[in-house]
């Protein structure tokens, strides 16, 4: 079975300054993981993938996250906040590497805040 | 090119109704799932459709049916309403054993009174 953990439900930054949002996964099986981001009345957008490549993932508007194995972790990261950032973001996990196969596994979703 | 379209965008139903969301996907994908979200949570599987066929299913009760239609659209029906089914519902397409990535409809928002 997999599962995702959010390890924060609300995040609050200052704009200009950097974004950690923490995930912790569980899977049996070698998974694919994902960050996507839910813009109030929109669709949900992915900004980055794992597939079993390369360990440290660049995606869409800066963001980044890395994989972690012995942690079980996929933390989403970007240095520089902007006032377009604040969504609500979920860590997603897919087990198999025919990932497009496999249902996703959500997280719970956290909340960016971005202060002026 | 189109993204993944869904219908209607809000819908209010009763308690006891039935109701049939639409989905149709990226030009070029051929499978098709549906999530339900609810208020302030993470979107939760419901199930998945490849070759007009039922290839995968989440934890929901067979009130929660659908269907694929040869041009790849796909409908979701949910008989006997519950207040509980009130969510948004979300379409994600994607080509199977191609791409890994899913791509998400805007959603039909339902209501249940």
């Known amino acids: 079975a997999q599962s995702v953990t959010q390890l924060d439900s609300h995040v609050s930054v200052s704009e200009g300054t950097p974004v950690l949002l923490r995930c912790n996964y569980s899977s049996s099986y070698s998974p694919s993981l994902f960050w996507y981001v839910q813009h109030p009345n929109k669709g949900l957008q992915l900004l980055l993938k794992?597939?079993?490549?390369?360990?440290l993932v660049k995606g869409i508007n800066g963001f980044e996250a890395e994989f972690k194995k012995s942690e079980t972790s996929f933390h989403l990261t970007k240095p520089s906040a902007h006032m377009s950032d604040a969504a609500e973001y979920f860590c997603v996990v897919s087990e198999g590497v025919s990932g497009s196969a496999r249902q996703l596994t959500f997280g719970s979703g956290t909340q960016l805040t971005v202060l002026p | 090119d189109a993204g993944v379209t869904q219908s209607p965008t809000h819908l209010i139903k009763t308690r006891g109704q039935q109701v049939t969301l639409r989905c149709s996907p990226k030009s070029g994908h051929d499978t098709v799932s549906w999530y339900q979200q609810a208020l302030g949570q993470g979107p939760q599987f419901i199930f998945q459709y490849y070759e007009e066929e039922e290839r995968q299913r989440g934890n929901f009760p067979d009130r929660f049916s659908g269907h694929q239609f040869p041009n790849y659209s796909s409908e979701l029906n949910v008989n006997a309403l519950l207040l509980g089914d009130s969510a948004l519902y979300l379409c994600?397409?994607?080509?199977?054993?191609?791409?890994?990535?899913?791509?998400f409809g805007p959603g039909t928002r339902l209501t249940v009174t």
């Open positions: 794992y597939t079993s490549a390369a360990t």
């Open positions: 994600a397409s994607t080509r199977r054993f191609i791409s890994y990535e899913q791509y």
